[in-house]
């Protein structure tokens, strides 16, 4: 295990509980307040000699002066994270940040709060070095990512307001991914290209309630079962976009004998690779299609109560090429039923998708190429949404991609219980972005 100044930094940040909350009076200020004093404690140089411009609450916005600024890069993180779940079974300490197995225990080291620390540790070593980007290199930090907040448009804006027009933007989503796909050994450094929409719906039925003991048909609970049920069985349709097939393409010569004529061939067999993404698992199929979770259930208040309103919340991820219009639609008809109503929570269409013929996707390409020789660089769809999809309005080139390798376990710990990094896998990080920096031309 590697020994390295930044894992204590790391250490310290994730011991702050910076939880963002859709209702703002449920968040601890304070944490936040701590947490920026913590950074700058951590980080002096970045402080001292770079332009902080604060953003919304706790969001900060770093401008580090470069020998030019025609193609300024913007590199990206948040430092909120989701909430614990008191009852999930976490191994060690959710914010005790504790090292066990030669990893970082806690909420927020693989989301976010890694890689923001990767990427001021690595500029922080630069200004110790007296080194000057070759462009103007922005940091953005996010203060509430996770629910969706103001931070990030409010950044972009001021980037717009300063007429700043990136080069590219880098963001969190994708890593070096161990087990990313059947029959495929070698890691996958996947880096997003474009990311789906995500749009969130209330289905709602009212009715009469009443008492339990005399239950009419077909009540509202039973009605939005039905609609939850039809809605869950007939999907939207599958396919295999541009992005994935060039990911599929990639792999192929690292795949096993037996797949290596269906990758190779991609393009193809659009048609045979959709079903069998489809049969290979939740994260394989969600590659091919917009999805829909079912992901919170309200009805009576009693057991003893008919609900007089039964409500649920559909969380839809718009896969490339689908709409918003088209989704309610599929939802309505679907349905199929007046009595369901259905409203829209919050709605954002599929981000547009990044080039990957191109200097900037080609430069990232060949920096995983040089810290991670053994992955298969290459691009895909990104399934969670980010702050990143807030700049695609002044920017063409927005890419996601956490530089840590991961494997299925720790991916899967995202937002849920167990997450942990690896200490030297985020040392790797570390000197990933720095190596990153130092190349932009």
């Avoid at 007296?130 to 103001?150: H, K």
């Avoid at 299609?289 to 009693?302: E, K, M, N, Q, W």
Wanted: aromatic letters at 6%.
């Amino acid at each position: 295990m590697t020994t390295h100044r930044a894992v204590a930094k790391l250490q310290s940040l994730i011991r702050i509980p910076t939880v963002s909350y859709p209702d703002w009076s449920l968040v601890d200020s304070g944490a936040f307040d701590e947490f920026v004093a913590e950074h700058e404690r951590q980080f002096p140089l970045l402080h001292e000699r770079l332009e902080l411009t604060r953003i919304d609450t706790h969001g900060l916005l770093f401008h580090w002066p470069g020998r030019g600024d025609d193609r300024p890069v913007v590199l990206m993180a948040h430092l909120d994270v989701v909430p614990v779940d008191d009852g999930a079974p976490w191994q060690h300490p959710p914010f005790g940040a504790e090292i066990h197995d030669g990893a970082i225990w806690g909420r927020g080291t693989l989301d976010d709060k890694g890689q923001l620390v990767a990427v001021c540790e690595a500029v922080e070593t630069l200004l110790e070095q007296g080194f000057v980007p070759a462009q103007d290199v922005w940091l953005s930090f996010g203060c509430n990512e996770e629910v969706s907040g103001r931070a990030a448009p409010l950044a972009a804006e001021e980037l717009t307001r300063r007429g700043v027009r990136p080069w590219f933007v880098l963001d969190e989503g994708g890593a070096i991914a161990a087990e990313a796909f059947p029959g495929v050994a070698a890691p996958v450094g996947v880096v997003g290209v474009t990311e789906k929409g995500v749009t969130s719906l209330e289905l709602r039925v009212d009715g009469r309630g009443g008492h339990a003991s005399t239950p009419a048909r077909n009540g509202p609970t039973v009605r939005l079962a039905k609609a939850l049920t039809r809605l869950d069985k007939h999907q939207m349709a599958a396919s295999v976009p541009d992005p994935t097939i060039e990911l599929l393409s990639r792999m192929a010569p690292h795949a096993s004998r037996a797949l290596r004529p269906l990758l190779a061939n991609a393009a193809r067999l659009r048609p045979v690779l959709t079903r069998a993404l489809i049969a290979a698992g939740p994260e394989p199929a969600a590659m091919t299609r917009t999805t829909f979770a079912i992901t919170t259930l309200s009805g009576s208040p009693a057991l003893n109560v008919i609900a007089s309103t039964a409500r649920a919340g559909v969380n839809i991820r718009i896969m490339v090429g689908d709409t918003v219009a088209g989704v309610l639609e599929h939802v309505r008809t679907t349905i199929a039923d007046d009595q369901v109503q259905v409203s829209v929570v919050d709605q954002n269409e599929p981000s547009p998708v990044s080039p990957i013929d191109d200097d900037a996707f080609r430069l990232i390409e060949a920096t995983i190429g040089d810290v991670f020789p053994d992955s298969i660089p290459a691009p895909y769809v990104m399934m969670a949404a980010t702050d990143s999809r807030f700049f695609t309005t002044i920017c063409s080139r927005v890419y996601r991609f956490a530089p840590f390798r991961m494997t299925k376990a720790q991916r899967e710990s995202i937002h849920s219980y167990d997450e942990h990094l690896g200490v030297d896998a985020f040392v790797d990080g570390v000197r990933w972005y720095q190596r990153l920096i130092e190349r932009i031309p």
